[in-house]
């Protein structure tokens, strides 16, 4: 395994949420708040980096040849669904060699990754293959630079007013630039036995089906072919980056004259869609068979489920698999927390 390879996968090792727990009968499991980290962890070890052993303080890593690699955890970002990325700050307890890592969404870690030539086109290659791809990005920080920023954000975090905001500044400028990109992942979210005829079932007996998503428009178009979400020889509209309000209307004229389309429209020109022509466009949207919206905030999620509920007068069922789909669930007249 070249160098190159192996601090990628160090890296995926360690910039997580993941516990690994101790069954009863001696078996590993590992917990966290998102499958995908799961399944990346699941990754590691399969290639021979097994995470052993954490703590709020420390993680061990077990290599091949049964050696353990300790680290000590010396920050740790969770992610958000505003900041679409998770960071962490570990020490080798080896080397002392202190990095920064961090993975997130192409669209914010675009911007923070070095110049390249080579990410945009990887992440639509691999959302075109129905794959959730987080891009991985690494910065080596100096003792003095680490110690700078630590009493920085000490300081934000003590702030009565506007604490989130500061703190978010310094993490900003002091470690998210000109990080040194690593690879991307590309996961898949498979599917549980039965989706496709049941959601062809549902379409059949006329229930309008919403498929509301933070994936990547070509990753959320992927996966409502492979569920059936859209008929056979469906003509699929999608909607991009909306920017003005004759843009709007022009796409809410074409879809008045094409009702038997299914509509793929991202979260940025959703919002506009709502803040300009809210009532025009629901009209329009709710008679169309499917409406998939992609790159969604949990806010924009909830705000279509009650817009739906509000303008339709109907029963509205909304089902969700994680905390970014609480409060949509909790805007529905039913509510499913679980997996397709």
């Not at 070509?218 to 999608?238: F, M």
């Not at 709502?274 to 466009?281: A, D, G, I, Y």
């Not at 169309?288 to 339709?312: E, G, N």
Request: proline share 3%; hydrophobic share 40%; net charge negative.
């Amino acid at each position: 395994m070249s160098s190159r390879v192996k601090e990628v996968v160090l890296s995926l090792a360690l910039c997580h949420n993941v516990t690994p727990v101790t069954n009863d009968d001696g078996t590993v499991t590992y917990q966290a708040s998102s499958p995908d980290e799961v399944a990346i962890v699941q990754w590691t070890e399969s290639v021979g980096l097994t995470l052993t052993f954490r703590d709020r303080t420390r993680m061990d890593l077990q290599t091949p040849d049964g050696s353990t690699l300790p680290f000590e955890i010396l920050e740790i970002f969770p992610f958000t669904s505003e900041s679409k990325r998770m960071g962490i700050v570990v020490r080798d307890a080896t080397t002392k060699e202190i990095s920064f890592l961090q993975k997130g969404a192409d669209v914010v870690m675009a911007k923070i990754v070095q110049r390249n030539d080579w990410l945009e086109e990887e992440t639509a290659n691999m959302a075109r293959e129905g794959l959730r791809t987080l891009v991985v990005g690494k910065k080596r920080i100096s003792p003095e630079a680490f110690e700078e920023f630590r009493a920085r954000y000490h300081d934000a975090s003590v702030q009565l007013e506007g604490r989130n905001e500061a703190m978010n500044a310094v993490v900003a400028d002091c470690l998210e630039r000109d990080l040194e990109l690593l690879g991307l992942t590309g996961v898949e979210d498979k599917l549980q036995e039965d989706v496709k005829p049941t959601l062809e079932l549902l379409r059949n007996a006329g229930i309008k089906i919403w498929m509301l998503t933070g994936d990547k428009p070509e990753t959320a178009t992927c996966i409502a072919i492979s569920t059936k979400l859209v008929a056979r020889n469906q003509y699929i509209h999608q909607v991009a980056k909306l920017k003005t309000p004759s843009e709007v209307r022009n796409e809410l004229e074409f879809l008045q004259s094409k009702s038997d389309c299914c509509l793929v429209i991202d979260g940025e020109s959703l919002q506009l869609c709502l803040n300009l022509f809210r009532v025009e466009f629901i009209e329009i949207a709710t008679q169309l068979p499917c409406v998939v919206a992609c790159r969604c905030s949990p806010t924009q999620k909830a705000d279509v489920a009650r817009l739906i509920r509000h303008h339709t007068k109907k029963r509205v069922c909304c089902i969700g698999d994680g905390g970014n789909d609480v409060s949509m669930i909790q805007a529905a007249d039913v509510g499913e927390f679980g997996r397709l």
